[in-house]
């Protein structure tokens, strides 16, 4: 399953309005602002926005039925409603209308693709002995994603792994490494052998 995470960088547009007075509305924000954003971390799952409109003053007037649009649909689509659904990854504009009006915000789309490790096949080592693994996190389009967590795990007693990817032999016997990013999951066996 691939997950997304999307992150607002900004949400107000400030904006003039043909022909309307000035004591009324001054802008349109787009809402959640970036304090009340949580972020939507699966393909297909959506998070809903409201157009605002604000006062010189920034007082809230009304929160009213804004014109929607992406503008990139490969990366995020919007219905009427103001709710954004990721779709790939990338980076998309989400823009409100309202009365002349517009306000727009900049949203980035990150999907985890998949998860390959160095060395990639099933090991053997000793009791003891360790072994360096490296994970390499790829989104959706095959581009690394450099600043992707991977949470590294190991099934079974006879290797354990730290954070670093650093595994050791502990017992005879065979254990999994996992190295997990988002809902991606990598798994190699590691078979542990006693001395010679």
Not at 67 to 85: H, N, P, Q
Not at 106 to 132: C, F, H, N, S, Y
Request: proline fraction near 4%.
């Amino acid at each position: 399953m691939l997950r997304a995470t999307i992150r607002c960088t900004s949400v107000i547009a400030l904006l003039a309005c043909a022909g309307c007075p000035q004591e009324s509305i001054q802008r349109l924000e787009i809402r959640p602002t970036p304090e009340q954003f949580f972020p939507l971390n699966r393909k297909g799952l959506a998070m809903p926005f409201t157009a605002h409109v604000l006062d010189k003053n920034n007082f809230l007037i009304a929160v009213e039925t804004a014109t929607w649009k992406s503008s990139d649909e490969s990366v995020l689509t919007v219905d009427v409603t103001g709710k954004v659904t990721a779709i790939g990854s990338g980076s998309a504009q989400l823009q409100a209308e309202y009365k002349g009006f517009t306000a727009t915000l900049p949203i980035t789309v990150k999907i985890v693709g998949k998860v390959e490790l160095t060395p990639a096949k099933d090991l053997t080592i000793k009791m003891r002995q360790t072994q360096q693994f490296t994970a390499v996190v790829k989104n959706d389009r095959g581009q690394v994603m450099t600043d992707q967590k991977v949470v590294w795990s190991m099934m079974g007693y006879a290797a354990d792994v730290d954070q670093t990817g650093l595994v050791r032999g502990q017992a005879i016997g065979e254990s999994v490494l996992q190295a997990k990013a988002g809902d991606e999951v990598a798994r190699i066996k590691i078979n542990v052998l006693d001395y010679e």
